[in-house]
């Protein structure tokens, strides 16, 4: 998993990507705004080999990935920021536009909504929609059950401290 975060979500004290980083071994974490086109095509690799999690509904120009994927890809990458953030990430970087999409399909509530709010009812943590999305392209979700079991207690903890 490659993980693309924005600046000033590193170091966030309500951020989940360093409990997504301890938690999957295969993690790697870049942070940035704009990324130079080169590194950002040696992270992504061949085409093919990685798949973008973000909404099919944003600059819809790439066609969705099905909800069930017979096979995993090389890499799933994720943009770690706001709403307002991610979207310009995905804007400043043609590489990224350039990947297939996966959206979460039909995601569960929020863990997350007692800490920060979403724009909209469908969005979520970085965590918690990588959990989603390993789940699903896996089809395996229960897989992640005790990494958001996990993240469960990282809200409660942050709530007891805001």
């Known amino acids: 998993m490659l993980v693309l975060q924005h600046p000033l979500e590193t170091g966030h004290p309500k951020g989940s990507v360093p409990l997504l980083q301890l938690s999957l071994a295969d993690c790697?974490?870049?942070?940035?705004?704009?990324f130079d086109p080169g590194l950002l095509a040696d992270?992504?690799?061949p085409?093919?080999?990685?798949?973008?999690?973000y909404p099919?509904?944003?600059l819809g120009s790439q066609p969705a990935v099905p909800a069930a994927v017979a096979a995993m890809p090389g890499q799933l990458v994720v943009i770690d920021g706001t709403w307002r953030k991610s979207l310009?990430?995905?804007?400043?970087?043609p590489g990224l536009q350039a990947l297939p999409r996966l959206?979460?399909?039909?995601?569960?509530?929020?863990?997350?909504g007692s800490l920060r709010q979403a724009p909209q009812a469908a969005q979520r943590s970085t965590l918690e929609a990588c959990c989603l999305a390993l789940g699903q392209l896996e089809q395996a979700p229960a897989n992640y059950l005790p990494l958001l079991a996990a993240f469960d207690d990282f809200v409660r903890q942050r709530a007891l401290v805001t």
């Open 47 to 53: 085409p093919g080999h990685s798949l973008l999690l």
């Open 88 to 93: 310009k990430m995905l804007l400043l970087n």
């Open 103 to 112: 959206s979460l399909q039909t995601p569960p509530p929020s863990r997350y």
């Open 28 to 34: 790697r974490v870049e942070t940035g705004e704009r």
């Open 56 to 58: 099919e509904a944003v």
């Open 43 to 45: 992270w992504l690799g």
